[in-house]
């Protein structure tokens, strides 16, 4: 379910680019921004009256420009650290992004939905997100660039910003950001748990509370570098959960992630010895219908970063989920069942 459609917000007269520097030759789709710091902005710093006016450069990307001469103050570069005074001449020179070195790729991928500032997608089990070592190629990213035409960029380079990542094995929703304001808003939300994602796990066993939450710091395992353990010294990790179906020895729950650490979810339920089916790091439960872990990212809420307004976004479950709760269903008579779906929330109770 998609909210109205977005309008862009107009552009401020003092912050529209013009086509050559002042002083200096001409840079194909360089984009030179001038204003002259106002009575507010004495005594600031460079970066944060920048940021104030030119919301779509993030402060490290202003550095960046700083570095290479394009911020200057009444013709002269400045470091972002200097002080404005009132009625100064600020100009910022924003060259074209330049392509990433990630190569497009046209590997399908199911957009829910897209306009000028973000794309939501619904990632399918298999794919990893971003390029890495061992997998140069075959991901979303190389996907999205050859689907998306109007990246304007991220830090100065034509990418698209991955926000949030979900596992290679597990599929569902994603929102990906296309510009350096929409990465930085999304980003923000994430960070202070407004963002709201809603996973479907099917777990061993059955799970007795109709609710709960897991609350336990997350770190490397001290022995398995690769995997992610509940460690005492940890960073704080809450996954919120409630039962959906329960099964002669298996449970379908949905889950709400407070914080997004790495195996999050299959590591607090493990920890509770309800493993996701089909985890082979985490679990070793089984189930012949599925190849990876039994775990979808089914729903995702967020501010839309432009216009304010709230985005509902879901994804229907995928084949072989859906395979493995029919059988499970069929299998043996459900003992105590929420009808199928996410119309019950994970409850937000601290433990």
């Not at 944060?48 to 009444?74: C, N």
């Not at 997998?135 to 926000?163: F, K, M, Q, W, Y």
């Amino acid at each position: 379910m998609i909210g109205s459609p977005f309008r862009p917000s107009p552009v401020h007269p003092s912050s529209r680019p013009s086509a050559v520097p002042a002083g200096g030759p001409v840079e194909a789709g360089l984009s030179v921004h001038r204003f002259d710091a106002a009575a507010a902005d004495a005594g600031r710093r460079l970066d944060v009256v920048i940021a104030g006016r030119l919301p779509s450069l993030s402060r490290t990307r202003i550095a960046q420009l700083a570095s290479g001469g394009r911020v200057r103050v009444d013709g002269r570069p400045r470091k972002p650290a200097f002080r404005v005074r009132r009625g100064q001449a600020v100009e910022v020179a924003v060259p074209a992004p330049v392509p990433s070195g990630v190569r497009p790729e046209a590997l399908p991928i199911e957009v829910v939905l897209e306009d000028a500032d973000l794309v939501v997608v619904n990632k399918p089990a298999g794919m990893t997100v971003h390029p890495a070592p061992g997998h140069p190629s075959g991901t979303l990213v190389n996907a999205l660039l050859a689907r998306v035409r109007d990246l304007s960029g991220i830090g100065g380079e034509l990418r698209p910003g991955v926000v949030h990542r979900l596992d290679k094995d597990t599929s569902g929703l994603l929102v990906v950001a296309k510009t350096d304001a929409a990465h930085r808003a999304l980003a923000s939300q994430f960070k202070a748990h407004t963002a709201r994602r809603t996973y479907l796990a099917v777990v061993r066993g059955r799970v007795r509370r109709d609710d709960g939450t897991v609350a336990a710091p997350l770190g490397r395992h001290p022995v398995r570098r690769l995997r992610i353990a509940v460690v005492a010294r940890g960073r704080q990790a809450v996954t919120h959960y409630t039962v959906l179906e329960r099964y002669r020895d298996a449970t379908l729950l949905a889950c709400r992630l407070e914080t997004g650490r790495t195996h999050q979810i299959r590591v607090h339920l493990a920890h509770i010895g309800h493993p996701v089916l089909g985890d082979p790091i985490y679990g070793r439960a089984r189930a012949p219908e599925m190849a990876r872990q039994a775990l979808h990212a089914a729903r995702l809420e967020f501010v839309h970063p432009r216009t304010g307004r709230p985005v509902v976004c879901t994804a229907p479950v995928p084949p072989d989920l859906a395979q493995l709760l029919a059988r499970l269903r069929s299998d043996a008579a459900i003992s105590e069942a929420v009808p199928p779906g996410l119309r019950r929330e994970p409850k937000m109770r601290r433990p």
